[in-house]
């Protein structure tokens, strides 16, 4: 018996050493994320938290791992990524997660680097991304309204974020479960528009924080300038300066979402730069007054290849001068400067996180907080506010000079290691150096559609562009038939027709019995166009062709989901014996798309499919023609791009995969000048490139290439010179 008890009281031990071990090791695989007023906790601990945004469509699977490293290296606690819900459902039920849309492999990598992630489900992300993430189905899914309290819309955002969180949790990826998700955001800077729609949109910012809390993921909500964003959901803050903003709620931390790096570039616009020195300033005035987690936007901004640039008119560049380039080369001395500024921050965390700070004014524009707790960690920040002059603060036993719009870094309230103006990193130039540009081009060139072709669909009505095409082309040919009689006094008189064609947006060709006739194109400021010109026609019968191009589908505004595209007309001929004659009613034929997109003649088997042209026949500078060539990849890693300047308007295919659309045609407009870091930064200072292309140099990433052999084929609307296509080296 005493024997049995020995045995039972060993095995008891033995249960119980074995449940201690697996508590342990669940400890160490789990762990909780919780917040209040001071900052976000992890296991309990409040933490500063450095985060940068890096969009895993915006790069290539090869590039992931350099860019987190470097994100890493440069000081980041956490990678913040939008989920992009045309990218992974682009039919409904059809879902999508391979190549650049693989979120789970990017969060993992994330995860082996050791860093967080931040996943920003939406699912509408804005992004200048095309329709703010949006599918194009969804605008036709029956009785929708987006973003409002609407049963068909909320029916189908529940679905979709609900099958991205089921997602995250089967591949265990929430902090809770042991991986680097510490928190999600459900909607996206909804506050302007529910401002906008009123009590529906109050209905729907309820609705959508309750649905997120309840798909119970242990990690927190946030919503970006939502300011009525419901408990227990955080409210943050967008903008260039964050300062000033405060929580709805004194329990909840005050966090920036994003940062603005800098800003995106527009096809007629000029490139926006945001100084190394201003940047760092604001992130230092934000902590200073209690911000503890800040999020760069972007940190890299990748690019916007195929055709997933939206909001119209946005450029395929998606640079935005972050701190890691489009190409995936650090940005200097951007990247350091913010680096040095990481370091100084995290020596002053103690601090930061265990109590409020104290503040005082020396001086005027100057500004003094300090962060001291009981047990004696000191952290100070000395600003001072004034664009022009610099100033001397005396502090402690110390004197500290402070240079214009700046702050200092005293970690220990004794020295300064940082000051946002001083920059010690190293100032880099970039080349774009040409490794190839002795290219032999074919070229084949594309006739007008006309209405007599089989296969167009017809209407009595100007029909809007994209209920015709889905979105599953840029291009939707517009075609008429105008008869013409002998009698009429221009045919007479020699003279021509005024023709004009009023369209929605966002770029229009006009041909006429097959013949170019001119072009016309909108802005980013104003889609809208009118195309108004004499043409020639003669006796019978006449075919105008209108080729409508839509240059990304819009992605913000009040019920941008209601907005149109294409030629809505009136479409008038002025001249005639009757007056002006409104086409508008008569009868339109329809065709998506361009002949070479159904014939894929950016694959190696579409191509095969025409007879191309080349040497002395080979097309220049002639509307709606393609080229294509062949090459072999250079030499090296450098990051690889097309010079595109001898080039109008179109889209770029290397091996079959879309870099995007080039339009060097498109001369950037604005002013350029000078640029002081001092001051309030908006996107209209520190530009560049005014009176060049908006955007010149398209990136190729080399993970697309073989060794040799390599397709490069080129659409070209407008009518360019491909021989002054060169491949160039970033360096």
């Not at 697996?22 to 906790?41: E, G, Q």
């Not at 929580?247 to 603005?260: A, D």
Request: net charge neutral.
């Amino acid at each position: 018996m005493g024997g049995s008890r020995v045995l039972m009281m060993e095995s008891l031990m033995r249960s119980m050493l074995l449940l201690l071990l697996l508590l342990l090791w669940v400890c160490a695989v789990t762990a909780s994320v919780s917040y209040d007023h001071k900052a976000i906790l992890i296991n309990g601990q409040r933490r500063i938290l450095i985060s940068g945004s890096i969009h895993y469509p915006r790069s290539t699977p090869e590039m992931w791992p350099a860019l987190i490293q470097k994100a890493k290296d440069g000081g980041l606690d956490v990678i913040q990524t939008y989920v992009f819900w045309n990218g992974h459902e682009p039919s409904p039920g059809k879902y999508y997660f391979e190549e650049r849309f693989d979120l789970v492999k990017f969060i993992k990598l994330v995860q082996q680097a050791g860093l967080y992630v931040h996943l920003r489900i939406g699912p509408y992300v804005c992004a200048e991304w095309n329709f703010g993430g949006f599918p194009v189905w969804l605008k036709y899914v029956p009785g929708i309204a987006f973003r409002t309290d609407n049963e068909p819309f909320k029916a189908a955002m529940q679905k979709f974020t609900g099958k991205i969180v089921s997602l995250m949790k089967s591949e265990k990826l929430f902090q809770s479960q042991g991986g680097p998700i510490i928190m999600s955001q459900v909607e996206n800077e909804y506050g302007p528009v529910e401002w906008e729609i009123g009590a529906p949109g109050k209905s729907y910012t309820k609705w959508a924080a309750q649905m997120a809390v309840g798909l119970n993921t242990g990690v927190p909500w946030v919503m970006c300038k939502q300011e009525d964003a419901p408990d227990p959901v955080i409210d943050t803050c967008n903008g260039f300066y964050c300062e000033n903003f405060s929580p709805n709620k004194n329990y909840k931390p005050k966090m920036w979402t994003e940062n603005w790096t800098g800003w995106y570039t527009d096809f007629g616009g000029a490139n926006p730069h945001r100084p190394a020195e201003d940047l760092a300033f604001s992130v230092a005035r934000f902590v200073q007054n209690r911000g503890s987690f800040v999020n760069y936007y972007m940190y890299h901004g990748g690019t916007n290849f195929g055709r997933t640039s939206g909001g119209r008119f946005i450029a395929t560049s998606y640079d935005y001068d972050a701190p890691i380039d489009e190409y995936g080369l650090v940005n200097q001395p951007k990247w350091g400067h913010l680096r040095d500024l990481h370091k100084a921050i995290k020596q002053c965390e103690p601090a930061l996180v265990s109590v409020d700070p104290t503040v005082s004014w020396p001086g005027k524009n100057l500004e003094v907080h300090v962060y001291k707790t009981k047990s004696g960690a000191c952290a100070a920040f000395l600003a001072n506010y004034d664009t022009i002059s610099s100033s001397k603060v005396t502090f402690g036993n110390g004197h500290y000079d402070l240079p214009p719009w700046s702050i200092s870094i005293l970690p220990d309230c004794k020295t300064a290691v940082f000051n946002t103006a001083r920059v010690g990193a190293q100032r880099w130039e970039k080349k774009m150096t040409p490794v190839n540009s002795a290219f032999a081009w074919q070229s084949y060139n594309e006739e007008p559609a006309s209405s007599s072709e089989a296969d167009s669909i017809t209407a009595h009505a100007l029909w809007e562009q994209v209920k015709v095409t889905r979105d599953s082309s840029d291009y939707l040919w517009y075609m008429t038939d105008v008869n013409i009689n002998a009698n009429e006094g221009f045919i007479k008189n020699g003279q021509s027709l005024l023709l004009t064609a009023m369209s929605a947006g966002d770029v229009l060709h006009v041909f006429v019995n097959g013949q170019f006739s001119g072009t016309v194109y909108g802005g980013l400021d104003n889609p809208k166009l009118t195309f108004s010109g004499n043409v020639k026609l003669r006796v019978g019968n006449n075919k105008i062709s209108l080729l409508s191009v839509a240059v990304g589908l819009p992605n913000v505004g009040l019920h941008f989901e209601t907005w149109n595209a294409g030629v809505l007309g009136p479409v008038t001929l002025k001249g005639l014996n009757e007056g002006t004659r409104d086409l508008s009613r008569q009868k339109w034929s329809y065709k998506v798309g361009l002949k070479g997109e159904t014939l894929s003649l950016h694959t190696l088997s579409g191509s095969n499919s025409v007879e191309w042209t080349q040497g002395s026949l080979l097309a220049r500078k002639q509307p709606l023609t393609w080229y294509k060539t062949t090459f072999n990849a250079p030499a090296g890693n450098d990051p690889l791009a097309l010079d595109m300047s001898s080039m109008g308007k179109g889209e770029v295919w290397i091996n079959g995969q879309s870099i995007g659309r080039h339009w060097p045609g498109y001369i950037a407009h604005g002013s350029c000048g000078g640029c002081n870091y001092a001051g309030t930064y908006t996107d209209k200072k520190c530009r560049t490139n005014c009176g060049e292309p908006s955007q010149r140099w398209y990136h190729v990433p080399r993970s697309w290439l073989n060794p040799s052999g390599n397709s490069l084929v080129v659409l070209e609307e407008w009518g360019g010179d491909p021989s002054g296509i060169s491949l160039v080296k970033r360096t």
